[in-house]
């Protein structure tokens, strides 16, 4: 896909993005759930026991780590307290990074937070990187998975790490609980088609904190099959080291579809920079 069209989806992705910004931070106010207090606090993590367990195995420490397309920074910011020496976490949306930049001043954590487009992040971030983490529902926003990959390899330094723990591309195929096509006496049928290529146009929010829908700005996501996944890594001078699926839901968008550990929801991808 061309620069040209490529800006056409992630410009209005930002405007979506940062509408939605606002809605999560209110779904978690009425949660109580209050993130600053959370960070506030020494050491604190928001990372699962996947991600936390496969982030130890490979060794935070003394490491220089980015995260891109990192939304309020929490995850970012957790890769800090879980021992990596710095990090950098890159988003397109105006008000994830302000609320990011709140939450690393109340931390005090060695965090910087950049708002860019992913396609945009230039030299001055090549070779930069010892590790590289991505997680759920970051990649189905990219308009051209080879690019984006493109540029995450050219930031990571030799040898260094690249770690993805997203949504399984077999959820694709599957409505999630929000959506009207969703059975709740079914939620495994097969509604989409897995090599879908145009993508979704969203006008009804981006709201997966408080589940609630809204008229909003139009956003675009994009299906990837696993194939496009492997080759865009792949092509892009990365090897594959580790590749592992789960049955279970990494976000609040798939908990009916978990509960028969039939199909795999997420996935832990481990590559290295050749
Ligand atoms: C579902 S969040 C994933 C982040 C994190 N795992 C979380 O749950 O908060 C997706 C993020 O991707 C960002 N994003 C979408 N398109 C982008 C682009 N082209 N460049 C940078 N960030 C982008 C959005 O602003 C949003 O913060």
């Known amino acids: 896909m061309c620069k040209r069209d490529i800006k056409k989806y992630t410009d209005a992705n930002r405007e979506a993005w940062n509408e939605a910004t606002l809605k999560h931070q209110q779904a978690r106010a009425e949660k109580n759930k209050n993130l600053k207090e959370e960070f506030s606090q020494k050491g604190y993590s928001s990372l699962d ?6 982030l130890k ?17 929490q995850e970012t910011l ?4 879980l021992g990596a020496e710095s990090a950098v976490g890159f988003d397109i949306s105006d008000e994830a990074i302000k609320e990011a930049r709140e939450l690393a001043k109340i931390s005090n954590l060695n965090c910087e937070f950049v708002r860019t487009d992913i396609y945009d992040i230039g030299e001055e971030y090549y070779d930069s990187f010892d590790l590289i983490y ?3 529902g970051a990649m189905g926003w990219m308009p051209d998975l080879n690019r984006y990959f493109s540029v995450v390899s050219k930031m990571l330094r030799t ?40 993508p979704w146009v969203g006008n009804d929010g981006i709201d997966y904190i408080g589940g609630t829908k809204y008229e909003s700005k139009t956003s675009y996501d994009f299906t990837h099959t696993l194939t496009a996944v492997i ?27 978990e509960k028969e550990g039939k199909v795999p929801l997420s996935y832990i991808l481990v590559g290295v920079k050749e």
Do not use: W
């Open 49 to 54: 026991k996947y991600e936390t367990a496969k």
């Open 57 to 73: 195995e490979i060794g935070l420490t003394g490491k220089r780590v980015a995260q891109v397309c990192c939304n309020n920074g």
């Open 78 to 81: 957790s890769l800090v307290n």
């Open 134 to 136: 991505i997680t759920i």
């Open 159 to 198: 040898d260094g790490y690249l770690v993805i723990y997203e949504h399984h591309p077999f959820c694709y195929m599957l409505a999630t609980n929000r959506e009207d096509g969703f059975e709740p006496d079914d939620p495994l049928k097969i509604i989409y088609s897995y090599f879908r290529t145009e």
């Open 231 to 257: 080759n865009s890594i792949a092509g892009n001078g990365i090897r594959i080291k580790e590749f592992t699926e789960y049955s279970h839901d990494i976000s609040l968008g798939f908990t009916e579809h």
